[in-house]
């Protein structure tokens, strides 16, 4: 804000789905919805869609998470229902693919969208009302995404239109990065980047300010096998640093047993304190094994970004 200074202008920060949803609130009647309409979380989606299963084919022993999943994959590819390409398909798919259109029209029907419907809406409004676009256009001078090697096909649709006039958009992202394939993330929306915006600029961001060299040496080998769309040299200037050490486990429980383990050793040869280790973990469901190992060892511990797993108790 203080780089806005005196300007009237106020910065959105959002989600796509949030960003999203504010059209679609703004432009409920030219999508054909009603002020006020609901937002289906997950478990009511599901529930609608197994009613309609049953309806189409009692007994089906198909998931209603598959269909699930499916309705919602070809939701963010933009595929509408009518319009699925069942050759190759599994039977489960081909039964999703029969759903498609009664699950659109039930949601219609209740004056509902689901979470897929929060981009998808917004994008097929933008496609085809060249008044509406030009509206959000004027509305949003600059467009910044971060994580954008994590963007699917329709919020890569959804930033092309709104940042399509201007060209004033800065996209961050790491090819090298992208782990969401199986929920639609595309990074070679990175290369379609410069063919819609031909003006675009590249600054690779390579010197990194917490690793050590070693960390960056086995960084830069292991991504060197993926394919790479914006090639990148990653480099610090902290020193090589220690050699990095891999331990297998047979489990998750052998696994915090070793790290617990390895603490009091530590902290006892090289007269350390409790407070000079760290845990990261990749998921909070994690910490309740390691809150258990620590609690049996006398091991003092503070968890970050979550709620320990003894409060619930």
Request: net charge neutral.
């Amino acid at each position: 804000t203080d780089l806005l200074g005196r300007s009237k202008s106020k910065p959105w920060i959002s989600t796509f789905h949030t960003l999203g949803l504010r059209i679609m609130r703004a432009e409920c009647a030219l999508l054909g919805y009603r002020p006020g309409f609901s937002i289906l979380d997950s478990g009511d989606c599901a529930n609608l869609l197994a009613d309609l299963m049953r309806r189409d084919q009692p007994g089906s022993d198909v998931a209603v998470g598959e269909v699930q999943n499916a309705i919602s994959a070809w939701k963010f590819a933009l595929v509408p229902p009518g319009k699925v390409d069942t050759q190759g398909l599994s039977p489960a798919q081909k039964f999703a693919a029969r759903c498609y259109a009664p699950y659109c029209e039930a949601l219609s029907a209740f004056n509902a969208v689901d979470f897929d419907d929060l981009i998808i809406a917004p994008v097929r409004l933008l496609q085809t009302d060249e008044d509406a676009l030009a509206r959000w256009r004027e509305r949003i001078d600059f467009l910044l995404v971060d994580e954008y090697q994590d963007t699917n096909l329709s919020q890569y649709e959804l930033v092309r239109l709104l940042a399509g006039g201007h060209q004033r958009l800065t996209v961050v992202g790491d090819d090298d990065q992208s782990i969401y394939a199986w929920r639609g993330a595309r990074p070679e929306n990175m290369v379609q980047l410069s063919q819609d915006f031909p003006a675009l600029k590249v600054v690779k961001l390579e010197q990194n300010y917490r690793c050590s060299g070693i960390i960056l040496k086995a960084a830069n080998q292991l991504i060197a096998n993926n394919p790479h769309i914006y090639p990148k040299t990653l480099w610090c200037d902290h020193g090589f640093g220690d050699k990095i050490r891999v331990v297998a486990r047979a489990s998750e429980h052998d696994e915090t047993e070793w790290v617990a383990n390895d603490i009091l050793h530590r902290r006892l040869v090289h007269s350390l304190r409790f407070g000079d280790f760290a845990v990261l973990m990749r998921s909070n469901f994690q910490a309740r094994l390691f809150e258990h190992a620590f609690r049996e060892r006398g091991i003092p511990y503070v968890l970050s970004g979550g709620r320990s797993f003894f409060d619930y108790t």
